[in-house]
T-cell receptor
Framework: DGGITQSPKYLFRKEGQNVTLSCEQNLNHDAMYWYRQDPGQGLRLIYYSQIVNDFQKGDIAEGYSVSREKKESFPLTVTSAQKNPTAFYLC????????????FGQGTRLTVV | AQTVTQSQPEMSVQEAETVTLSCTYDTSESDYYLFWYKQPPSRQMILVIRQEAYKQQNATENRFSVNFQKAAKSFSLKISDSQLGDAAMYFCAYRDESPGTYKYIFGTGTRLKVLA
């Protein structure tokens, strides 16, 4: 089945450690996105990528890094510089068609203790 | 910059009744796409309905319809015959198509409660 897979579903890390969230898609979509979801703040864009080896900062990129070495994969690293990393993270992808919505993974809940 | 505003953090509706969720947006573009997503307790994002700004006709998907007012930059979602399974967070989204790139901008969401 085609879709977007995020792993793991739950992730616990100690404060000060970097952590990488995985996002893989087999929809052959060009664009991929990372959003952060906090209560009352909706979905905020962290990073996005239109093509392999290229990506752009979203509205809240500080403390995060990404790579896009393969079309299918867009991992997100939450670094120790991110002051409030505990959140729900959603990965999405979309083709270039204007009519098409973004497709989402199941999300990763990151808790930093 | 384009923005999407959902002014109702929470709404309640009686089962079988109708409810309308509000969304406004800001853009200088003349043609664009708007979307409503549903996020149930599983947290999986599900597309509910989409609307192209170029089309005057309001989109409809079964019990879900939109009231699209382009001049007012308003894109409200009407849910008819509400069911318990409609209880969820609902997000309005705008597809931003700046030159050479495109991304989706979301509102802060409305939590819908359905009362039995």
């Amino acid at each position: 089945d085609g879709g977007i897979t995020q792993s793991p579903k739950y992730l616990f890390r100690k404060e000060g450690q970097n952590v990488t969230l995985s996002c893989e898609q087999n929809l052959n979509h060009d664009a991929m996105y990372w959003y952060r979801q906090d209560p009352g703040q909706g979905l905020r864009l962290i990073y996005y990528s239109q093509i392999v080896n290229d990506f752009q900062k979203g509205d809240i990129a500080e403390g995060y890094s990404v790579s896009r070495e393969k079309k299918e994969s867009f991992p997100l690293t939450v670094t120790s510089a991110q002051k409030n990393p505990t959140a729900f993270y959603l990965c999405a992808s979309s083709p270039p068609d204007r009519v098409t919505e973004a497709f989402f993974g199941q999300g990763t809940r990151l808790t930093v203790v | 910059a384009q923005t999407v505003t959902q002014s109702q953090p929470e709404m309640s509706v009686q089962e079988a009744e109708t409810v309308t969720l509000s969304c406004t947006y800001d853009t200088s573009e003349s043609d664009y796409y708007l979307f409503w997503y549903k996020q149930p307790p599983s947290r999986q994002m599900i597309l509910v309905i989409r609307q192209e700004a170029y089309k005057q006709q309001n989109a409809t998907e079964n019990r879900f319809s939109v009231n699209f007012q382009k001049a007012a930059k308003s894109f409200s979602l009407k849910i008819s015959d509400s069911q318990l399974g409609d209880a969820a967070m609902y997000f309005c989204a705008y597809r931003d198509e700046s030159p050479g790139t495109y991304k989706y901008i979301f509102g802060t969401g409305t939590r819908l409660k359905v009362l039995a």
